[in-house]
């Protein structure tokens, strides 16, 4: 999109890649230090080799004395061996340190996610941009992650070319004797200079075109996620199980055909990318193959004729051309690197746009009183709510308040409010106008984690993990495991635990672990029910928690609610009116608002009022089921 299409100015570019370093190794610092130790190390030591190698040589070709050469040679291979045993020595300390580093960087990520106003989570806005980023990621390799590796490459460059300097000052230095007749203009400094700033300049010429043909892919990156999207969804559409019967019955094989088979899709041969690595792309890698086998020619060139001429010996010659194609390797790789983090700095622009997201809610500091008696009064006052970008009140001047060991069941039509009102409740989002209270202080001014850990809720969206069944339970690695059994026990999963033979152990699916057992979406249920009684907080929200049960399992859970609840206040969502029977109280929701309020004979009884027409309309619909 144009966004990628502009190249970010060179100081915002250092800007975010700074950042970004300071951000990856902040709380890295002896990752750092060893990254930099062993880079540093493998970038000087080639040196050795090539400085003894040409002193071997000018002793075999000069004065030929075997004590040199004995010592020269055991010089060698002592040092070849001292140096491998240091480097990999190093690549090990390095590597135990660096294990974790790729999960670091996603948990800088999580951590923000984890943090952020649930109002951000929700926006469609915020997911685009984690989306947009992942696939950054994944598909360009764009981001943070390549930051480290652009630091790693620049800094072992850096010391590759300090080396390469101090190897090949004396190429410079070193005079052509008189002797040589029109060679000698080898030893004019404007000429030696001039050949310099020829080498420099070529050295410099391939990367840039390189940079210039990378810049496409960056430019792309756009359509470089999309096609990979498309591919990763289509070009697997036939081969994932929950789709091959799809497939057969609407002979959707065209769908699949069409990404692995058509020429003109995004990365095939007659697609987008193949043209442009065709065109300018391409055209612009050759050349950059080609400048840098013309500094290799000039190199050599220039070496050998001052050779041939006299400067130095056959030694030497090898030295310099090993040191300066090292030097200019390097020198590419820090011109490359740097143009490839000014590509990069558009993503890291928006990484940061994520990871700055502020946290605009209120966070109080007090603490929720724990209460042994727990003694909990909750308050709606005039609570009125619009979701963020909507003109309509999705809430509207609800007052509801509700004790301790109340059984409160929220019921209405889809869309009636019924879960805005829980979000609000667990403070997901203030309400746009009134008030809501626990044992009389607004929850705005309580701190947000302790607030939460009061409610235990089962949204209708949750989630159960590929762990095992206790863990999940529990939500944790360590745990009781007789409570957890009880939980499950109570929840209405016993049947189901008795044929598990690893029992708390049992792994849930099977991506992880091929034993694994799969849970229908009724169990999944009980085991997310019994998550919630594990927590043993003193507010229980089911938001649907029998939606996915049979009405035999639901019947079983309810008739025994009131003892796995106990004397915790429950408030549970349903559409499903007969299950809200047994509640002291139920709020009738209509358009976000509590049109009817009271036990279930009372409000049966209003003939003219909502819960009468749901209740009689459930009513017709399960008789006719049993009919
Ligand atoms: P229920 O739980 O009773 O089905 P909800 O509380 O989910 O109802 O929805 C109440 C109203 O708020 C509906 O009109 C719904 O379309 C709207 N709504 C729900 N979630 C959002 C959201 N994230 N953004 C905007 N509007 C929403």
């Not at 709020?587 to 009468?612: M, P, W």
């Amino acid at each position: 999109m144009s966004k990628n299409k502009k190249r970010m100015p060179l100081k915002d570019a250092v800007k975010y890649n700074w950042r970004a370093l300071k951000t990856i190794y902040g709380t890295r610092k002896k990752v750092l230090a060893l990254r930099m130790a062993k880079h540093a190390f493998a970038a000087l030591t080639p040196y050795v080799g090539i400085w003894l190698s040409a002193r071997i040589l000018d002793e075999i070709s000069t004065s030929r004395n075997p004590e040199t050469l004995t010592s020269l040679v055991l010089w060698t291979i002592g040092s070849a061996a001292l140096i491998t045993l240091i480097q990999s020595l190093l690549d090990r300390w390095h590597d135990a340190e660096q294990a974790g580093m790729y999960i670091h960087i996603s948990h800088i990520m999580s951590e923000k996610m984890r943090k952020m106003d649930f109002v951000d989570i929700d926006d469609p806005k915020t997911h685009s941009l984690i989306s947009t980023i992942q696939q950054n990621q994944t598909g360009g390799g764009w981001g943070m992650h390549r930051v480290t590796h652009n630091f790693n490459s620049i800094w072992s460059a850096l010391f590759q070319i300090g080396g390469g300097i101090a190897l090949t000052v004396s190429l410079f230095a070193s005079k052509v004797p008189e002797s040589a007749g029109g060679y000698t203009v080898l030893n004019s400094p404007y000429l030696t200079a001039a050949i310099i700033l020829l080498m420099l300049f070529i050295t410099y010429l391939a990367p840039k075109f390189s940079n210039s043909s990378g810049k496409y892919y960056a430019q792309n990156a756009d359509k470089h996620n999309l096609g990979n999207r498309l591919f990763g969804y289509y070009g697997w559409f036939g081969k994932r199980q929950d789709n091959t019967v799809d497939a057969r019955i609407y002979e959707l094989a065209d769908f699949c055909d069409k990404y692995a088979l058509d020429k003109t899709d995004i990365f095939a041969s007659k697609g987008y990318f193949a043209k442009l690595a065709k065109g300018k792309m391409g055209l612009l890698q050759a050349a950059s193959a080609v400048t840098a086998t013309l500094f290799t020619a000039t190199v050599y060139l220039y070496v050998c004729v001052k050779g041939w001429a006299g400067a130095f010996g056959v030694g030497s010659i090898t030295q310099y051309i090993g040191a300066i194609t090292m030097f200019a390797g390097s020198f590419r790789t820090i011109i490359q690197q740097l143009g490839d983090m000014r590509n990069n700095a558009i993503f890291l622009k928006q990484v940061f746009k994520f990871l700055d997201i502020p946290n605009s809610m209120y966070q109080g500091s007090l603490t929720v009183e724990k209460r042994r008696d727990r003694d909990y009064d909750i308050e709606f006052r005039n609570v009125s709510f619009k979701y963020p970008g909507s003109e309509a009140y999705a809430l509207k001047n609800v007052s509801i308040k509700f004790k301790v060991g109340e059984r409160l069941a929220v019921v209405g039509r889809n869309g009636s409010g019924k879960t805005t009102f829980i979000k609000l409740l667990c403070r997901l989002y203030d309400p746009t106008e009134g008030e809501i209270l626990l044992n009389g202080i607004n929850i705005r001014k309580y701190d947000y984690e302790n607030y939460m850990s009061v409610f235990s809720v089962v949204f209708q969206d949750f989630k159960i993990l590929s762990l095992p069944l206790g863990e999940n339970v529990a939500g944790s690695c360590s745990y009781d495991r007789e409570r957890a059994e009880k939980c499950l026990r109570d929840a209405g999963f016993e049947e189901r635990l008795n044929t598990l033979k690893d029992g708390l152990d049992t792994f849930l699916y099977k991506e992880y672990e091929p034993e694994g057992i799969d849970v229908s979406g009724g169990e999944a249920q009980k085991i997310a029910l019994a998550r919630t009684l594990y927590k043993d907080a003193p507010f229980i929200i089911l938001d649907e928690p029998t939606a996915a049960l049979d009405p035999v399992a639901e019947a079983e859970i309810y008739s025994n609610f009131n003892n796995i609840v106990g004397d915790k206040t429950a408030i549970y969502i349903s559409h499903r009116l007969s299950s809200c029977r047994f509640c002291d109280k139920i709020a009738v929701f209509d358009e976000g608002e509590i049109v009817q309020y009271g036990n279930h004979n009372s409000l049966v009884e209003e003939t003219e009022g909502k819960y009468f027409e749901l209740w009689n309309a459930q009513a017709r619909y399960y008789n006719e089921e049993q009919q």
